[in-house]
């Protein structure tokens, strides 16, 4: 089972999908608080429609808590400031994939701190063009991992 980490999400939408997602592909999803919304919050229930119920969920009051819990995992982190491109990284089940705030990406002390095991995925280099969505890149580099590794039991 690989693990989708969401640093301090803030759009409920964005974590509903990528909560669908991950209900259906039998994929852990871990939400490091503050989260910009309640995980009743009925536009995080809409996204990810009746899946809540198919879904292996964690949520941590803070990286270090998340961290803790989880036995220091090594950690894959998706970046745009990194050099390396995702389909360059080789994943293997039971990995953690961690992806930052939508308006702000992950802090500077986790780029640091795992700079080694940072990815990205290419795309347009303009000012105007930030980045992908977030539950769009999440599925870009799940799926990409899933393909690595013969979509484990997937069918």
Not at 40 to 52: E, I, N, P, Q, T
Not at 132 to 144: D, G, K, M, R, T
Request: proline letters at 5%; charged letters at 20%; glycine letters at 4%.
């Amino acid at each position: 089972m690989f693990n989708i980490v969401l640093f301090e999400p803030e759009i409920p939408q964005n974590t509903g999908n990528i909560a669908r997602t991950c209900a259906l592909t039998e994929t852990h999803l871990h939400l490091i608080k503050p989260l910009g919304f309640s995980i009743s919050d009925k536009a995080v229930k809409r996204a990810g429609l009746d899946y809540w119920n198919l879904l292996t969920l964690s949520v941590y009051d803070d990286f270090n808590d998340f961290y803790n819990q989880n036995d220091h995992p090594t950690l894959f982190l998706l970046t745009t400031h990194a050099q390396k491109t995702y389909e360059k990284i080789h994943f293997n089940d039971g990995d953690y994939i961690m992806f930052g705030r939508e308006t702000a990406g992950l802090p500077d002390a986790l780029h640091k701190r795992f700079f080694n095991t940072r990815f990205r995925i290419p795309m347009k280099n303009n000012p105007h063009a930030r980045s992908l969505n977030l539950a769009n890149s999440v599925n870009i580099v799940l799926y990409e991992a899933l393909r690595q590794n013969n979509f484990l039991n997937l069918i």
